[in-house]
């Protein structure tokens, strides 16, 4: 996924980029896996059941159809928490130190 580097965008371009990735999760209906399960996505702790949801929703995303749309966004924006576009946390915390 060749996503920029890393810089900080306003908050009106962060809306725009909400509210896109939001309309293509809607017009994609059922195929969302985050949609169907949202807890799994954003699962508590590091070890244990967090860590299997975790696991389990980075697999949930691979079928994803925005998947490349939701990873960039969050990766785009700092999102802290959560899996996102298969990517949780640590993974984005990674890429952001490679861009810094």
Known sequence: MGVQKTKYFSRNQQMREWFQLNDAI???AGQIPCRQAP???FPEGGTGTAAMDAKMAKKACESCPVLNMCATY????????GIWGGMSPNDRKEIW???A
């Open 74 to 81: 969050a990766i785009r924006h700092r999102e802290e928490d």
């Open 97 to 99: 130190s490679k861009n």
């Open 26 to 28: 809607d017009a994609e």
């Open 39 to 41: 807890d799994l996505f």
